[in-house]
């Protein structure tokens, strides 16, 4: 298995950026179809972005479509989630999971990661 640990989280206005980095540990890691999931307060975590092992496919939530990019860098074994022109909604703890499976555009349900970051809270204010 593939631990992993989120930062890059804080407090910015709307229109403002971050990147948020994921940092793994594990000899397979670039086996691994990575994702970045969100909380928002009281809601069920939902998908944002995944990302193929090679980093040539990718797939983005419709509400983050154009805003956000995800990359991944196997050398390094970090993956990185930037954030541009940031609403209030974007409000929520993000996750970042890696899944032991291929990558496909349907691989988007929390239940086939298997590993999990602690999460990073983003809070956008307007």
């Known amino acids: 298995q593939v631990q992993l640990e989120e930062s890059g989280g804080g407090s910015v206005q709307a229109g403002d950026s971050l990147r948020l980095s994921c940092a793994a540990s594990g000899r397979t890691f670039s086996t691994y179809t990575l994702g970045w999931f969100r909380q928002p307060p009281g809601k069920d975590r939902e998908f944002v972005s995944t990302i193929s092992w090679s980093g040539g496919g990718t797939s983005y939530a419709d509400s983050v479509r154009g805003r956000f990019s995800i990359s991944r860098d196997n050398a390094k074994k970090m993956f990185y989630l930037q954030m541009n022109s940031l609403k209030p909604e974007d409000t929520a703890d993000y996750y970042c999971?890696?899944?032991?499976?291929?990558?496909?555009?349907?691989?988007?349900?929390?239940?086939?990661?298997?590993?999990w970051g602690q999460g990073t809270q983003v809070t956008v204010s307007s």
């Open positions: 999971a890696a899944a032991f499976k291929p990558y496909a555009e349907t691989l988007r349900d929390p239940t086939d990661f298997g590993s």
